[in-house]
């Protein structure tokens, strides 16, 4: 038999060093610069205007190495840095894949937050810039254009992936109508309308998104068949009527009760034969191994403070009450799924 090892507890333990060395690299742009090339140490040094030792510098280019997001020839003031088939693809921002922005915000905003993961815990209430009751955070976001667009740029980021794969494998082609509720910038309508030319898609989300999504429409070319409202689901008596409704990573902000609560509203507002769809980290029904799902349920606590990320049978659970026929899950990218209900 093994004997135990606290390898594992020490790698975690000291995790955040692996993560910030990470973020550091993407606030700083490192993989936009080294692009498709290899740079010297002295050009990345120059470049990034770092005045620590060279040594320094290539202790941190060496952990990136040694963490897998760059590749290297050469050792020291003679090495030369590329990115990786991953950092090349999805950490340069110049490429359509590039997910930098969840990162981004994860470095300028959770970071310091998840710091009081221990206050969340003890006092149950949110740990961000509110302090003071569930979703607040939004009312401080949205005031400031530059923050707005960090973090609708971090959620495209966050679900491109997941979207991709939803537009490819659920079949939209039986609906006419689809709203995507919290939309941000329109990302996901402007995917599935691109993809499926029989659907009309609307986004929603409150009044400052509404022309970050114009914008993202008008870039597509879809203003025929993709349009963007404001809504807030906190006050609205009432959802927009259509075949299908959409959520990526909006039910899991909410207690239980408003979580039940905008669940029967959906399920009113939809029409008959209809399909709810939640995009979101499920956590598995036994809760062992969707780490994930269970660490996004913990940022929940520090954003809302009562929010929290759920088990398909939570989901299931709450949409029979609220009066759906069927409820089915399919598996997106790496840990994320869509949940869905059939009315």
Not at 159 to 169: H, I, K
Not at 194 to 216: F, G, K, V, W
Not at 232 to 250: E, Q
Not at 302 to 308: A, Y
Request: aromatic share 10%; glycine share 8%.
């Amino acid at each position: 038999m093994d004997q135990p090892n606290p390898s594992k507890i020490m790698t975690v333990g000291m995790g955040f060093w692996a993560s910030k060395i990470l973020l550091s690299a993407v606030r700083f742009d490192l993989f936009t610069f080294l692009g498709d090339g290899r740079k010297s140490t002295v050009d990345i040094k120059d470049h990034l205007r770092l005045c620590t030792t060279t040594r320094h510098v290539c202790d941190w280019l060496d952990a990136l190495v040694s963490l897998g997001f760059l590749q290297r020839d050469g050792i020291m003031d003679a090495a030369r840095y590329a990115n990786t088939p991953e950092t090349a693809m999805f950490l340069d921002r110049t490429k359509p894949a590039y997910v930098g922005g969840m990162l981004g915000m994860a470095n300028n905003r959770l970071y310091r937050f998840w710091g009081d993961l221990e206050d969340g815990l003890l006092t149950g209430r949110p740990q961000n810039e509110s302090k003071q009751g569930n979703m607040h955070f939004f009312e401080a976001l949205y005031k400031s254009p530059e923050s707005l667009r960090e973090f609708m740029d971090a959620m495209a980021g966050f679900q491109v992936g997941n979207f991709a794969v939803l537009v490819r494998t659920f079949d939209f082609s039986k609906y006419e109508t689809l709203a995507d509720l919290g939309g941000a910038d329109g990302f996901l309508c402007c995917m599935i309308a691109s993809r499926h030319p029989r659907i009309t898609c609307t986004t929603y989300d409150l009044p400052p998104a509404q022309p970050l999504a114009e914008d993202r429409i008008r870039k597509a070319n879809l203003q025929d068949r993709v349009t963007a409202a404001s809504i807030d689901l906190d006050k609205a008596a009432s959802l927009p009527a259509a075949d299908v409704i959409t959520m990526g990573n909006i039910l899991h902000g909410y207690n239980e009760e408003s979580k039940r609560q905008l669940i029967r509203k959906v399920h009113d507002a939809l029409h008959e034969g209809g399909a709810f769809i939640a995009i979101e980290n499920i956590i598995d029904n036994a809760r062992r191994t969707n780490s994930l799902g269970l660490m996004m349920s913990l940022n929940m606590l520090i954003e809302n403070g009562d929010g929290f990320d759920y088990t398909i049978a939570d989901f299931e659970g709450w949409a029979r009450a609220a009066g759906f026929r069927t409820v089915d899950a399919l598996p997106l990218a790496g840990p994320t799924s869509a949940v869905i209900a059939y009315k």
